[in-house]
């Protein structure tokens, strides 16, 4: 019994030591307070990423249909050309598979009742020929053509526990009225308007 109150003598003496010990304490503050700075260290690196990625698709967006609206005619290497230029904008991001960048140019034109139908449509996901496309009121005017161009980019995080780990689809539009003539015909001219 008497070995038994020593030790405990002994240990109630340790407690008041151990509690004004310092010597481990930055170490464990450090043990805890590590994984939230990674996390958000590398939320920051793959939110600002998916904000210049979001960015460049607005721009490629807007560039398919800016360089598109700017011809009178246009034939498959045009476009193809189009769509080459505008992928160089999304520089360094992958864009090698179709699963991460859609893109396509669509010519539609708004009939007297103002509804916008699809003349032709070249790209990534194509759009038929004769389907109603919804258009911003502003853009509705009777008789007129429209240059569409649509961009969807599924971006995959580096690190997907921050982030989406199945990726985020970002896409944008773009609309342009033909610049040089009433419309643009494809695939040649004898197309017309």
Request: hydrophobic share 45%; aromatic share 10%; charged share 15%.
């Amino acid at each position: 019994m008497r070995s038994i109150s020593k030790m405990w003598f002994r240990l109630t003496r340790a407690v008041p030591d151990l509690l004004a010990d310092r010597r481990g304490m930055a170490a464990v503050e450090f043990a805890f307070i590590l994984p939230v700075m990674m996390v958000m260290l590398f939320g920051t690196v793959e939110f600002s990423s998916a904000i210049a990625i979001d960015r460049k698709v607005t721009l490629m967006a807007r560039t398919l249909s800016d360089l598109t609206s700017q011809a009178t005619t246009v034939s498959s290497t045009d476009l193809t050309n189009f769509f080459a230029a505008s992928t160089g904008i999304m520089t360094p991001y992958p864009t090698t598979a179709s699963t991460i960048l859609n893109s396509t140019i669509t010519q539609l034109y708004v009939d007297s009742t103002l509804v916008a139908k699809v003349k032709w449509s070249q790209g990534s996901l194509p759009i038929s020929v004769g389907t109603t496309v919804s258009i911003p009121s502003t853009l509705a005017i009777a008789d007129t053509y429209l240059i569409y161009s649509q961009v969807t980019y599924k971006y995959m995080p580096t690190v997907g526990y921050v982030l989406a780990k199945a990726g985020i689809t970002m896409g944008d539009t773009a609309f342009t009225r033909p610049r040089q003539s009433k419309c643009v015909a494809y695939p040649d001219s004898s197309s017309g308007c």
